[in-house]
């Protein structure tokens, strides 16, 4: 069993900045990879980030490549998401999710298999 705890989140002005962090604790072997997701009012919940603690390789959806940053601390207890240059378009909850193994994407949420309860991030134009 993995639990997940998500924090750092809140409102901020366009082009500012917010850290998040997201607290696992159990069954490590479990969490090979974790990453960051989030969803908006009336939208599909979509992937910003993901880390591979196998090889430490990161995934970065399109819309946040060069603004958000993914990085763990080497305990892998904590996952951390710096997210720089914000904009009203990233206004959304934002979920830690981890599991043991993808096929393929590493964004399709469907392979996670444990989930925080979220964080609101609130971006204003």
């Known amino acids: 069993q993995v639990q997940l705890v998500e924090s750092g989140g809140g409102s901020v002005q366009a082009g500012g900045s917010l850290r998040l962090s997201c607290a696992a604790s159990?069954?490590?072997?479990?969490?090979?990879?974790m990453g960051w997701f989030r969803q908006a009012p009336g939208k599909q919940r979509e992937g910003v980030a993901v880390?591979?603690?196998?090889?430490?390789?990161?995934y970065y959806g399109d819309s946040v490549k060069g603004r958000f940053s993914i990085s763990r601390d080497n305990a892998k207890t904590t996952l951390y998401l710096q997210m720089n240059s914000l904009e009203p378009e990233d206004t959304a909850m934002y979920y830690c999710?981890?599991?043991?193994?993808?096929?393929?994407?590493?964004?399709?949420?469907?392979?996670?298999?444990?989930w925080g309860q979220g964080t609101q991030v609130t971006v204003s134009s």
């Open positions: 880390f591979y603690f196998g090889s430490g390789q990161s």
């Open positions: 999710a981890a599991t043991d193994v993808i096929y393929g994407d590493p964004f399709m949420a469907g392979d996670y298999n444990y």
């Open positions: 159990g069954y490590m072997y479990s969490r090979n990879y």
